[in-house]
């Protein structure tokens, strides 16, 4: 037991952000903090694993990637796409030539980043790799993204729901223990996994909303006409250090390029958040 300015002055790093990846956030008041446990979903294919490994990219955090949901072929085109501005099918075709000597380049040199690519990380793979990473490098990791959440494994013998709270327990205890700020992916039920509406807190699988300090849940936009660029909404349902809305109804915009796997700020920022009027 210890006076909160004694316990703040022995803890520096908890609660620092990283490093701004998108303005549009950082206006709308979202941070991705050291020390605590955000959460990201959406449905299948709207870029919630192209938005995480933008944030392992940008962020400049050191840190470990658990790649469950996406093999190493997958993420290599990724990265090596986003690091070069070249196409992922062109990445691709480099991959199936056995002739990628010019992507290799860049993603040998991303190493800021670790990743394992266990398909159901356990807890104690988790903490393995975390310990080990210190091990390594003399210092806990900074950044910890588990890709997703339904993908790792209770040690404790849970199942269901009850599994997926277990795990976020564990993370939480994890991020307050190492500093580390952890993101972790996560799927939306129902009519929501359809990926075009922005969806509420409860939208969550599991309704595992309580120990995540930030939760965003993704959508795809598109022009009026249908035929514009795409964007990635996200939906901000909760927010402790900021605006959010449990409805939805705080959304914000990112342009959205997957082909290159380029998610950025849209050029007019003070234009790039709204909030739908209930119905």
Avoid at 74 to 95: D, F, H, K
Avoid at 195 to 205: C, Y
Avoid at 226 to 247: D, H, M, T
Wanted: overall charge negative; some cysteine; aromatic content about 8%.
């Amino acid at each position: 037991m210890q006076l909160i300015s004694r316990a703040r002055a022995r803890d520096r790093s908890s609660g620092r952000p990283l490093k701004t990846v998108f303005q549009t956030w950082k206006d709308a008041g979202v941070h991705l903090r050291r020390g605590q446990v955000h959460l990201i979903a959406s449905g299948p294919g709207v870029g919630k694993s192209a938005l995480a490994l933008t944030i392992a990219v940008r962020s400049e955090a050191r840190g470990i990637y658990f790649s469950a949901d996406s093999d190493v072929a997958t993420q290599y085109a990724r990265l090596a796409a986003m690091l070069t501005g070249e196409p992922v099918s062109r990445v691709n075709e480099a991959i199936e030539r056995k002739n990628t000597a010019e992507f290799d380049k860049h993603v040998d040199g991303f190493t800021r980043i670790r990743f394992e690519f266990d398909a159901a990380p356990s807890l104690t793979t988790i903490e393995e790799n975390v310990w080990c990473y210190a091990d390594i490098h003399g210092r806990w990791p900074e950044l910890v993204i588990l890709d997703n959440l339904g993908n790792g494994i209770d040690d404790s013998g849970g199942d269901g729901f009850v599994a997926l709270e277990n795990i976020l327990a564990f993370l939480h205890e994890l991020a307050r223990k190492t500093k580390a700020c952890v993101v972790v992916l996560h799927h939306l039920v129902g009519m929501w996994e359809d990926g075009v509406t922005p969806a509420p807190l409860s939208g969550l699988r599991g309704k595992v909303s309580k120990i995540s300090v930030l939760v965003i849940n993704l959508y795809r936009e598109a022009d009026d006409d249908g035929f514009g660029p795409e964007r990635l909404g996200c939906a901000i349902v909760k927010n402790r250090g900021g605006k959010a809305s449990a409805a939805g109804r705080y959304c914000v915009s990112l342009n959205l390029d997957l082909e290159r796997m380029d998610i950025s700020d849209i050029e007019e920022p003070e234009s790039n958040f709204w909030e739908k009027e209930a119905v």
